[in-house]
Every structure is written in structure tokens, then in C-alpha cells.
């Protein structure tokens, strides 16, 4: 007999079909569910899981312009604003080529859950376009993001949609889609987090989901009795997440080995120290260059380009301590994850979401090694979204010092959120099932006092 697990998901699939990370995402949090489910029946009567796989509204847009050659592209835009029932709806914008449907749904979805961790009062919501930035002058991109304002911002606005930045939407872009909503609407307002410092922004904004990362795998490791001092760190990605994870893992003495975008990946043995990582940061963030040229600068680190249709990611097999997964969805799969439990890895913690494959997080949950989920370990970036959302409401700016302090302790707090409610689910140390419920029940809860709406 189907368990109600799988009946709940065939459902979904069949209202959604061709969404595959969507599906993907739901059941990971429906089977960590159901013994809540078990236990309140209200939940069920009220029909709450039903209602928090479908999103509040979905909003999808053409979004043309032109290129430098005069010629007209056309782009698909979209936003998904999930759930609404602990604040405005709140979560990035990602342009990549990837992008589609099933994909923003998962974004939006896990989002929810995440953003009720955080502490904050924060919906869940994503948004983005299958644009590619890659290879796009500064106009381009320009004219792209003021087409695709052109339509998202009557949807959005400080109190009822947040967006922020993720895959190929950082400063820049940020920086053209503040300027036309403003245009548009003439209010200047914490309409968007990841502004500028001088127009909105937070100190530590860039930094926080790497830092965040680290914080989160830096309390993991304490419950053994470890820190990251002396730990080999491997690192994949080389955008905002990554970098910012390699900065916190240095100053807290681990030796970071690596770092990967989608043509590739370096390995250097000897460690990437600040200098290093300052000409990825120059190489990356100013240049927009591919990270081979690391091996180019610094010729002793290997670089392996990726290699279509391969079983697994070598990257996962370098050895090492500790994983910081901070590229994309699904980029270590089930044989990737027996390699880093294999070559002795204790720790994972994702700041990129969903990076492992339902396989591989068996793998890791059946070998007992320290493994936090994305939702847990990288909400650091949207914790201190909402700090920048406070900021912008008093009309205030905090130090480095404050808003850093308290992106630390937002951090220790999921942590021990999530390890307390494993443990009195009956599931010690197992963070996915933490994460998964607490976020649900903050959501639920408020979903069941506001009616069925
Ligand atoms: P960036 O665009 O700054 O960097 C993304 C990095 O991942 C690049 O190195 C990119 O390489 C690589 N990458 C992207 N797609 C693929 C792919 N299909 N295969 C291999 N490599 C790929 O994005 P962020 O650092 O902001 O985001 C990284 C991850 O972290 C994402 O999963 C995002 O959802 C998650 N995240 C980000 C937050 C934030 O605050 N920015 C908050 C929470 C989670 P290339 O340049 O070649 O594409």
C-alpha cells in the first residue's frame, strides 16, 4: 500500500506536473512532517500541508529588450509569492538560463520555511528569469533589469513582496532594478534588500550567507566537541556565498582547498589564504572572469574542467573535514556524498539550496556525519535581509559590529532550534527533520489562527 507520504506527493506531482525540483523539495519536507501530522490532527482537518504546497499567487511576465546590437530579446520574468502568513513575502531573484518554473517554486517553497526559522517576521517567496548575465555588457544587463522592473514592480512593495538578490543578481542588478521601481513609483523604500550603503543597504549583506554558513557548521561542529581551527575546507561555487564562506572559514584558522563555477573546478593544496581569495573576489565580482584563470595566477592549484554527462563531481573527492556546498541545486549526487564520507568529511552544511539530491542526503543522514540542510545553514542572507528591512523602516543604519553579532546569534539560534526539535521528534542530530518542523510549525500555527484564507 502507498504510504501517505507518496500519495500526498503524487498529488502534487499531478497538479504541477514538469516541476521536478519542486517535487523534489516537497516531499523532502512531507516526510519529515508526518509525525507532526500524527500528533495534531487539527493540522490535517485544516487541511494546512495542502494549502502550503500551493503558492498564494504566481506571477509570470515577457520581459523584452534590446541588445547592443540592436536586436530584440525576449526573457520570461516570474515571481511566486508562496506564503504570506508571518510577514510580506520575502526571498531572491535569480537570472540564470536554468530558470524555469519548477525551479522558482522550490526556491520559493523551501523559502517559506527558512524565513520562519530566521526568527524575523518573513513570508516565503522567489522570483527570477531565465536571462543569462553571463557574457552581457553592463547595458545589457541595465536594460534588462529596467524591462523586467517595469512589470514586477506593481506586485512588490516594502510591506507586501521583499526581493532580494541570488544567482546572477547581486549589487549590479540590484542596483538598476532599485533605480527603475523608484522611477516607477516614486517612493524610495526598502523595496529590495542588497542596496548599496550609501542607498539603503546593510553592512554585512554581502557577507551574511557565507558567514552564516560557517557559523552554522562552526555550531555543528562544537556539539562534537570541534571547531573549524585546522580543518580542510572544500568549497564549491565561486559567487556571493562562496566567497564570503572562504573569508569566515580563514578568519576562524580552517584552510580553505577549493572553489568551482560551472565550466570547473581548482584545487590548491596549499590552501586559498586572503590574498588569494581577494584576486578571486577581483576576478569574479569586477572582471567576470572563469575561475581557471586561478590556475593561470597561481600555478601550483589544479584545475579540472567540468566534464559533461560525468557519473559524479570530483570536487567532492578531494579530501577533506568539512563541505560548504555553495554552487547550485543537485550538484552532489549520491556517489558525490559516499566520496566525502569515504575520505573522512564530518561535516556538511549547504549554503546553496537544495545542493544535494534526496540519495545523498540519505547518505549523510545514515553515515551520522554533521549535515545541515540549506534551509537551516544558509538563511543567514535572508536573516539579515530582514535586518536591512528593520533598518530602512527606522530609517537607521547599525555598525558592522551589530548587524555581524547579530547574524551570529539568529544563526546559533537555528542551530539550536533545530537540534532540539529533532530530539523531541525522536530524531537526534538529524538537522533536515529540526529544520523542516520548526519552520512548519511557526508557519502553521499562524496559518491556523488567521482562518482558511
Ligand atoms: P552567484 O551567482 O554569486 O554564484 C553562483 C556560483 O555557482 C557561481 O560560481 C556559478 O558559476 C555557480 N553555478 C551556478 N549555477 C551552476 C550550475 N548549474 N552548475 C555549476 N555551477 C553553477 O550566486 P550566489 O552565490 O548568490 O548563490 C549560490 C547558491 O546559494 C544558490 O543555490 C543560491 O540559491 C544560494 N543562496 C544564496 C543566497 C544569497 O544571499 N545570495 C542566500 C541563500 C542561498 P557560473 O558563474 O559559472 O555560473
Not at 435 to 452: E, P, R, T, Y
Request: hydrophobic share 40%; charged share 25%.
Amino acid at each position: 500500500m502507498a504510504s501517505a507520504v507518496d500519495t500526498f506527493v503524487a498529488g502534487v506531482i499531478a497538479r504541477n506536473p514538469a516541476e521536478k525540483e519542486f517535487h523534489q523539495a516537497v516531499e523532502e519536507v512531507v516526510e519529515s512532517l508526518m509525525p507532526v501530522l500524527d500528533k495534531h490532527p487539527e493540522y490535517r482537518r485544516a487541511k494546512v500541508l495542502d494549502r502550503i504546497v500551493e503558492p498564494e499567487r504566481v506571477i509570470m511576465f515577457r520581459v523584452p529588450w534590446v541588445d547592443d546590437q540592436g536586436d530584440v530579446q525576449v526573457n520570461r520574468g516570474m515571481r511566486v509569492e508562496f506564503n504570506s502568513a508571518i510577514g510580506p513575502y520575502k526571498g531572491g531573484l535569480r537570472f540564470h538560463a536554468s530558470v524555469n518554473l519548477g525551479i522558482i517554486k522550490f526556491l520559493g517553497f523551501e523559502q517559506v520555511f527558512k524565513n520562519a526559522l530566521t526568527t524575523l517576521p518573513m513570508g516565503g517567496g522567489k522570483g527570477g528569469s531565465d536571462f543569462d548575465p553571463k557574457g552581457k555588457s553592463d547595458m545589457e544587463v541595465m536594460r534588462f533589469c529596467q524591462s523586467f522592473m517595469s512589470e514586477l514592480f506593481r506586485h512588490i512593495g516594502a510591506d507586501t513582496d521583499v526581493p532580494a538578490g541570488d544567482i546572477g543578481v547581486g549589487g549590479r542588478e540590484i542596483g538598476y532594478l532599485f533605480g527603475q521601481y523608484k522611477k516607477l513609483t516614486r517612493k524610495f523604500e526598502g523595496v529590495l534588500t542588497g542596496k548599496g550603503l550609501n542607498w539603503g543597504g546593510s553592512l554585512i549583506r554581502p557577507e551574511a550567507t557565507g558567514y552564516g554558513e560557517v557559523y552554522f557548521a562552526e555550531e555543528m561542529l562544537k556539539t562534537r566537541g570541534e571547531s573549524l581551527k585546522g580543518k580542510r575546507v572544500v568549497i564549491s561555487g565561486s559567487g556571493n556565498v562562496a566567497q564570503y564562506a572562504a573569508e569566515k572559514v580563514i578568519q576562524l584558522g580552517g584552510t580553505v582547498l577549493t572553489f568551482s563555477d560551472s565550466s570547473g573546478y581548482i584545487v590548491d593544496e596549499e590552501g586559498i589564504d586572503s590574498k588569494k581569495l581577494a584576486f578571486v573576489m577581483d576576478l569574479k565580482n569586477n572582471r567576470r572572469g572563469r575561475i581557471s584563470e586561478y590556475q593561470k595566477k597561481y600555478p601550483n592549484a589544479n584545475y579540472q574542467p567540468t566534464s559533461a554527462g560525468a557519473k559524479s563531481n570530483l570536487l567532492w573527492d578531494v579530501k577533506c573535514d568539512v563541505a560548504l556546498p555553495s554552487a547550485t541545486q543537485n550538484e552532489i549526487n549520491e556517489i558525490d556524498a559516499a566520496n566525502l564520507v569515504k575520505n573522512g568529511c564530518a561535516c556538511v552544511a549547504e549554503g546553496a539550496n537544495m545542493p544535494s539530491t534526496p540519495d545523498a542526503v540519505s547518505v549523510f543522514l545514515e553515515s551520522k556525519i554533521l549535515y545541515g540542510p540549506g534551509k537551516a545553514a544558509n538563511a543567514g542572507g535572508v536573516a539579515v535581509s530582514g535586518l536591512e528591512m528593520s533598518q530602512n523602516s527606522m530609517r537607521l543604519a547599525w555598525s558592522r559590529e551589530e548587524v555581524d553579532q547579530k547574524l551570529h546569534s539568529i544563526m546559533k539560534s537555528i542551530h539550536k532550534v533545530c537540534m532540539e526539535t529533532a530530539e523531541a521528534y525522536g530524531t537526534p542530530g538529524n538537522y533536515v527533520n529540526g529544520a523542516n518542523i520548526a519552520g512548519f510549525l511557526k508557519v502553521a500555527d499562524s496559518m491556523m489562527a488567521q482562518g482558511v484564507v
